[in-house]
């Protein structure tokens, strides 16, 4: 079966780094992506990974390592407004998104 | 760029009755579109896929005649639930992928929140 973790919920401090990790197991990868969703309203997207590294959009970075079925979104210089839930999600071989649970992220002052 | 609206926002309706939602593309085309349903505190769920000129394909579970998707051009796709009832109250979330492909990443709407008394 196709199976993407990532952990329920974390928490960190306003102005820390905070990783968030997702591992996959698919039949096929044609990409991964990461998308933010604040409680009561529709994700938005923020980055995608297709090839192994990682990829910087100003605070935001994401890593990816398909040989080991990985990926990470690293969020720097945490703010309030970042308390959201990320949803990991993996294209598979017939380009069909498989989504995670989501990660619940609390920010704390 | 990448604007997806979804109209209504809300709806509160009595049971029974047939409500549609619809999803368009504002700045780009899009030959496909997806709509998800998300129940509180869960993950998005994938009821169907929309593609421009032939029939949806929905998801193992999804009633094709009680969710029936209309995609008649590359900017517009709605979902009508009919004769809906209080199970279906959920929020309904569409999303679009641009013509560039399938590694295109689907940018969503702002989401219906349904409820049915």
């Known amino acids: 079966g196709q199976n993407i973790d990532q952990p329920t919920e974390m928490t960190a401090t306003e102005g820390a780094i905070v990783q968030i990790n997702c591992t996959y197991q698919?039949?096929?990868?044609?990409?991964l992506f990461w998308y933010q969703q604040h409680a009561g309203e529709a994700p938005t997207f923020l980055s995608y990974?297709?090839l192994d590294g990682l990829e910087e959009k100003g605070r935001f970075s994401s890593f990816l390592s398909r040989s080991k079925g990985y990926s990470y979104l690293l969020l720097k210089e945490l703010q309030m407004k970042d308390s959201a839930s990320y949803l990991c999600?993996?294209?598979?071989?017939?380009?069909?998104?498989?989504w995670g649970a989501g990660t619940k992220l609390i920010i704390k002052p | 760029g990448a604007v997806v609206s979804q109209h209504p926002s809300w709806v509160i309706c009595k049971s029974g009755t047939s409500v549609k939602i619809e999803c368009r593309s504002l700045?780009?085309?899009?030959?496909?579109m997806f709509w998800y349903r998300q129940f509180p505190k869960q993950s998005l769920m994938l009821m169907a896929t929309?593609?421009?000129?032939?029939?949806?394909?929905?998801e193992q579970g999804v009633e094709k005649d009680k969710f029936l998707i209309n995609h008649a051009s590359l900017t517009l796709s709605t979902l009508t639930v009919t004769s809906a009832h209080p199970e279906d109250s959920s929020f309904y979330i569409c999303?679009?992928?641009?013509?560039?492909?399938?590694?295109?990443?689907?940018?969503f709407g702002d989401g219906t929140r349904l409820s049915i008394l």
């Open positions: 990974n297709v």
């Open positions: 999600a993996v294209l598979d071989s017939n380009y069909q998104l498989i």
């Open positions: 698919t039949s096929g990868f044609n990409g």
């Open positions: 700045d780009f085309q899009a030959t496909t």
């Open positions: 999303s679009a992928r641009d013509l560039g492909g399938e590694g295109q990443p689907q940018h």
């Open positions: 929309s593609n421009e000129g032939s029939k949806a394909t929905y």
